[in-house]
């Protein structure tokens, strides 16, 4: 029996190189190191130059760099202190990052409103409040010199962390000037760099978060270790909406370490003393549930209702031209393209650590959204806001799960009920089957040709507002703002041009947010129809595109160089075919060539998949490459594999076997240019993924003759497609 006295102190990377490849799975207990899990210092200012919400210097010279939004993988804590320390002048090897507390007043995200990371806004929302927050940290701190050598502060310059004075000589580091400097005078309007004088931004500099990560340092929500804590695993109920009935819990209080059963309305927890005597407790329980009226709720009902639904006039998001004039002539095409739900399955599981006292509620998770969290805990707790303390930590994959507050609000009612912490955790299966789901969408293009150009596109987008529960006053005239992204801004020249969309709600399955957001479908359907429609039009797909493009100066770039550096045009051997994708997503232009096989019995080789993007100024190259190449292999994922079902009120997924993921040996070699652009930062972290399907799916296309239009690739119709 391994006890805490014996086990020895391993880190995660110790872990899985040494017990893991055994290929045995131990059950045993970590000993408690508190100290060792605290996510971050407290921020204060005391002793400390802190002339915003943003920059942290004290005596030493140590700048530490408060960060708005969250890191679950994207890079966005090195992009976030690269711009602070471009316009601070700081001393890189002196940089350090800490989260940001909850705080709307100060952190709010421009373009939310509150404290969320999400919807590829981080760098292009914070790009101009950064930039001149530390710029005028940088003047405060001349100003601060230019009074102790009694210098004009024009005369000094700022450069690694020190203030220099070429005429005199003189230099002193910005830890000397700390103190004086705090009590400087902000400057007004202080001008930013011009990005010719960037030393920082622009340089593909190594991240802040990757040596922990690699050395097993770093504390994931699902890490943290408190004096006394409990684990609680869960269990809700299987059908939607459905209630507890009844609960014998004999069986698991025999269990060894089993604490309580907590009964909530919909969910059963047990507490044990650590995750095995927990989970083995709940399987020892027999629950009875009352399912109620969506029991009977199946796939094919919801496809069924959306499928009616999308055929209602829609609420008008863009119109250009006359598109009834436009329609009424032409050679017409009439597509209808469907994507499933999805979920959103992030490595790290759901979980929550909380500690409810009589008068305060302490949490550690890693949330995207750190003020709702906040205040929908105090209402669980029922205890003030203000005491309410969340303990941010980095976050092992989000993707849009953790911009829902649902798991913490559980665990702060699991809490309630014992005196001491409890760590909750959601196991795979009900992390997959009580998701919030990315929504089934069904697109319609109707289109027109004249002399082999649209004359004429009308589309509807049909599906879940997710926008109008998610933030309200985002959601107004009928239109949800995401949903239509990047259809009512799509790149082409259209003379005649109309977007609608129909609110068609799911009965009872909830959705949300999922990695690419509203372009997940809109890129998905138009460009899958644009290459349909180029067929039609007998044009080669790149060349019809250049013919749309000629008013979008940027798409039209990275058109013509994914072109180039693809290869395309080069002949390729039988069922092997090149598919394209061009869009615009979160201020950024991304083209995407896929190159893939399709054997007889319709299995895909995806080849080789190359990428051309601008996102403006790159504020870490490298960290766009990886986002690019990052999405587009979760893309690529969902158009082969993805897709959530549901039965009798069910979700039939439950773990990676049956919702799996893309794996190694399938990933394809993957080229990403990013071109040097002086415009200002676009989003990057999911371009990529709405990039993957389109590309494949025309691919597929050029391949073998079949226009898929429905997501997952359905390998039966290619096999057909083979024999017919």
């Known amino acids: 029996m391994i006890t805490d006295k014996t086990l020895p102190d391993v880190s ?13 799975l131990l059950a045993f207990h970590l000993p408690l190191r508190a100290a060792a899990n605290e996510p971050e210092q407290k921020d204060t200012t005391d002793g400390r130059f802190a002339p915003n919400a943003f920059i942290r210097i ?41 989260h940001a507390p909850p705080n709307d007043k100060l952190y709010a995200n421009p373009v939310f409103g509150l404290q969320a990371t999400g919807g590829s806004t981080s760098i292009r929302a914070w790009w101009k409040p950064l930039r001149a927050a530390g710029a005028s940290a940088r003047a405060m701190l001349v100003q601060a010199a230019a009074a102790q050598w009694q210098v004009d502060p024009a005369s000094c310059t700022a450069s690694k962390g020190e203030v220099v004075h070429a005429a005199s000589s003189r230099k002193i580091g910005y830890g000397e000037l700390a103190l004086a400097a705090q009590g400087q005078t902000p400057p007004k309007d202080v001008a930013v760099k011009d990005p010719k004088d960037f030393v920082i931004i622009g340089q593909p500099l190594k991240r802040l978060d990757t040596p922990d990560k690699v050395n097993g340092k770093v504390v994931y929500g699902i890490d943290a270790i408190l004096p006394n804590m409990k684990i609680a695993v869960i269990a809700n109920c299987p ?24 009964v909530l309305e919909d969910t059963v927890a047990v507490i044990g003393d650590h995750t095995w005597a927990a989970k083995k407790g709940l399987e020892a329980l027999k629950i009875e549930w ?69 008068d305060a509620c302490e949490i550690w998770t890693g949330t995207q959204i750190m003020t709702r969290v906040q205040a929908e805990a105090a209402k669980a707790a029922g205890v003030p806001v203000d005491k309410v303390i969340v303990n941010q930590h980095l976050l092992g994959g989000g993707f849009g799960r953790k911009l829902e507050p649902d798991m913490v609000v559980a665990a702060v009612k699991i809490a309630k009920q014992v005196d001491y912490p409890v760590k909750v955790i959601w196991t795979r299966e009900e992390d997959i089957q009580h998701d919030v789901y990315r929504p089934v969408y069904r697109d319609q293009v109707t289109a027109t040709l004249v002399d082999g150009k649209v004359s004429a596109w009308k589309y509807k987008i049909a599906g879940s507002a997710v926008i109008a529960r ?45 990695r690419g957001v509203g372009p997940n479908n809109n890129v998905f359907a138009f460009e899958c129809a644009m290459d349909e429609l180029a067929r039609k039009a007998g044009k080669d797909p790149v060349e019809f595109r250049r013919a749309h493009l000629t008013n979008n100066p940027r798409a039209l770039a990275v058109l013509n160089l994914v072109a180039e550096k693809s290869g395309w045009g080069q002949p390729l051997p039988p069922r092997v075919g090149r598919g394209v994708c061009v869009q615009p997503s979160f201020a950024s232009y991304l083209a995407t060539v896929v190159e893939a096989e399709i054997d007889d019995i319709g299995e895909i080789i995806v080849r080789r998949v190359t990428s051309v993007v601008d996102t403006g100024i790159a504020v870490n190259p490298d960290t766009v490459k990886a986002q690019i190449e990052g999405g587009l292999i979760f893309g690529l994922t969902a158009a082969l594999y993805g897709e959530i079902t549901i039965e009798k009120g069910r979700v039939q997924q439950s773990n990676f076997h049956d919702y799996r993921m893309m794996r190694i040996n399938e990933t394809p070699k993957i080229d990403v240019t990013v071109v040097k652009s002086g415009e200002a930062p676009g989003g990057i972290g999911e371009a990529g993924v709405n990039a993957g399907p389109p590309a494949l799916r025309n691919a597929i296309y050029a391949a073998t003759g079949v226009a898929l239009r429905r997501l997952p690739i359905d390998r039966k119709l290619l096999a057909a497609g083979r024999k017919a």
């Open 470 to 514: 998610w933030l309200p006053p985002a959601f107004q005239k009928g239109i949800d703002i995401d949903a239509v992204d990047a259809a009512a801004d799509m790149p082409y020249d259209f003379p005649n041009f109309q977007v609608e969309y129909v609110r068609a709600e799911p009965p009872a399955v909830p959705t949300g947010f999922w």
């Open 12 to 24: 995660r990377r110790t872990l899985l190189t040494s017990g893991l490849a055994t290929g045995f």
């Open 290 to 358: 009352n399912e109620g009226p969506n029991a009977k709720i199946s796939t094919k009902d919801i496809w069924q209702d959306l499928r009616a639904a999308s055929e209602k006039d829609g609420a008008i998001a863009k119109s250009v031209g006359d598109i009834a004039k436009g329609l009424a002539s032409g050679d017409r095409f009439e597509a209808s393209f469907e994507l499933p739900f999805l979920a959103h399955a992030s490595m790290e599981p759901i979980n929550a650590t909380v500690h409810v006292r009589p």
């Open 58 to 98: 004290d005596e030493t010279g140590r700048t530490v760099l408060m960060m708005p939004q969250v890191e679950m993988g994207q890079g966005v804590y090195t992009s976030i202190a690269m711009i602070l320390a471009e316009e601070l002048d700081a001393d890189w090897a002196k940089v350090e990052v800490q």
């Open 239 to 262: 059908v939607f909406g459905g209630k507890v009935g009844k609960v014998d819990d004999t069986g698991a209080m025999k269990v060894a370490g089993v604490r309580k059963i907590v």
